[in-house]
T-cell receptor, first 113, second 114 residues
């Protein structure tokens, strides 16, 4: 099993450009999550999904959109990138119950100039 | 929402036990205590979790205070590979009309000295 994979690993954008980050998991997990990690801030939840076709806002959802058209994929979109969105983005998945562990991807380092 | 408090950093000598503390004085009765760690340039990885009783697994032990207001992650013999940031988090069901807020905080950076 590949676990949780993220594409791309690195990306540099100019302000105003758009992009989509792809997260894929092969563990048949119901829940998927997108986090961002900034220095001194820990991980903050952006959006999450409790199943195919569902999405919900997390702690810092502004400026991002997500879609979960297939159970194994969770996409994070930036419609108009801003320098404040420079961060490392982590995707995670879990079976869903609050006692289940989350499995994290390797991260995507995004720089917005 | 219940929050956790951890020391910013700790040091340990290699092959000695490490006790990483976490305070969660506002924990609710249904909050699970989870520990994750993050190695440099990697995503977080699960370490252990518990509700009320102490827990052991191949990676670590989790000691939970009787009043559940604090917990301690125990690494029995620290190795250089254990140098990481350790996060103590609380997980509960999604609030009505809200979201499943899982706050990782900044964690404890553990340095292991050879």
């Amino acid at each position: 099993n590949a676990g949780v994979t993220q594409t791309p690993k690195f990306r540099v954008l100019k302000t105003g450009q758009s992009m989509t980050l792809l997260c894929a998991q092969d563990m048949n997990h119901e829940y998927m999550y997108w986090y961002r990690q900034d220095p001194g801030m820990g991980l903050r939840l952006i959006h999450y999904s409790v199943g195919e076709g569902t999405t919900a806002k997390g702690e810092v959802p502004d400026g991002y959109n997500v879609s979960r058209l297939k159970k194994q994929n969770f996409l994070l979109g930036l419609e108009s990138a801003a320098p404040s969105q420079t961060s490392v983005y982590f995707c995670a998945s879990s079976l869903g119950q609050i006692w289940n562990e989350q499995f994290f991807g390797p991260g995507t380092r995004l720089t917005v100039l | 929402d219940a929050k956790t408090t951890q020391p910013n950093s700790m040091e340990s000598n290699e092959e000695e036990p490490v006790h990483l503390p976490c305070n969660h004085s506002t924990i609710s009765g249904t909050d699970y205590i989870h520990w994750y760690r993050q190695l440099p340039s990697q995503g977080p990885e699960y370490v252990i979790h518990g509700l009320t009783s102490n827990v052991n697994n191949r990676m670590a032990s989790l000691a939970i205070a009787e009043d559940r207001k604090s917990s301690t992650l125990i690494l029995h013999r620290a190795t250089l590979r254990d140098a990481a940031v350790y996060y103590c988090i609380l997980r509960d069901s999604p609030r009505s009309g809200g979201y499943q807020k899982v706050t990782f905080g900044i964690g404890t950076k553990l340095q292991v000295i050879p």
